[in-house]
């Protein structure tokens, strides 16, 4: 399989699928509660982006944010968040994306993000690199003293505020600062690109992460579950990601000093 004739055939298909719904007016709906929505667009992208990526790949599953479309048995798996940062989405603000990744017999082997408010398109293929805008990209060198942290508060478990919280008191007096933009997909490829340094979200989906899982993985970044653990993209999970080794190193520390394993 030819994965860069593909990754321009996946990004072809995500830019058209944002070139037709993004601009379009948008019903939101609560999905449980006021934190957690989805719109009109989120369900749109999605089926579009099926059909499509179907067409690819004829033999293949999906696995969905919106409507719980989950198979994940067969070969290749594309996994699918239509817009990731729908709250950003909804209200206007840049940080959005619709992210693509697929999988192959459970290894990552391509990944698209597409921030169409932000005109970055970020893409990756397993050995391949990552690149933006077609210019290859890398993580930053910045120490941890330097490096800026993009976390967030575990919206749609809010129980688990204040363990978020006591990370962030733990590694801000270490770092430079701290970001909360509202999007994993488009805050992982920040780091790809080196526009922040260190990530950690405590609880957190597999449609949110793994279309910019390869992408930061082939900039030269570290990205695990806790304590190290390996992503196997089937369940939720705490993320913990980095520049450089000795920045992941550092910052996994300070996430086991305040959370066990659940």
């Known amino acids: 399989m030819d994965l860069f004739a593909l990754q321009n055939k996946v990004s072809e298909i995500v ?21 957690n929505i989805v719109t009109d667009a989120d369900l749109n992208v999605q ?12 033999c293949c599953s999906f696995l969905c944010e919106e409507n719980d479309i989950v198979n994940t048995d067969t070969e290749f798996v594309w996994i699918i968040d239509p817009i990731d940062g729908t709250t ?32 970055l398109l970020f893409t990756a293929t397993k ?14 060198s910045k ?14 478990h809010k129980e688990f505020a204040k363990q978020c919280a ?25 780091l790809a690109c080196g526009k922040c340094d260190l990530y950690f979200e405590y609880r957190i989906c597999p449609w949110d992460y793994a279309g910019a899982y390869l992408i930061l993985k082939e900039a030269g970044g570290i990205i695990s579950g806790y ?14 990601a980095a520049n450089n080794t000795e920045n992941y190193e550092k910052l996994n520390s300070i996430i086991n000093e305040v959370i066990k394993a659940n």
């Open 88 to 119: 950003n989405f909804a209200r206007g603000m840049a940080e959005c994306a619709i992210s693509v990744g697929l999988l192959q017999n459970n290894t990552a082997v391509l990944g698209v993000v597409y921030a169409p408010r932000l005109n």
């Open 15 to 35: 830019r058209l699928a944002a070139e037709k719904y993004f601009n379009t007016a948008t019903t939101i709906i609560e999905k449980g509660d006021a934190a």
């Open 166 to 190: 006591d990370v962030i008191l733990k590694a801000l007096p270490l770092c430079s600062d701290v970001r909360r933009l509202g999007s994993c997909a488009v805050e992982l490829c920040f």
């Open 227 to 240: 304590n190290k653990q390996p992503l196997d993209f089937k369940t939720d999970t705490i993320l913990i």
């Open 47 to 58: 089926q579009f982006l099926m059909e499509n990526l179907k067409d690819l790949l004829p």
């Open 127 to 140: 050995g391949g690199g990552a690149f933006c805008n077609g210019e290859r990209i890398h993580t930053s």
């Open 143 to 156: 120490d941890f003293s330097r490096s800026i942290l993009c976390t967030a508060f575990c919206l749609y």
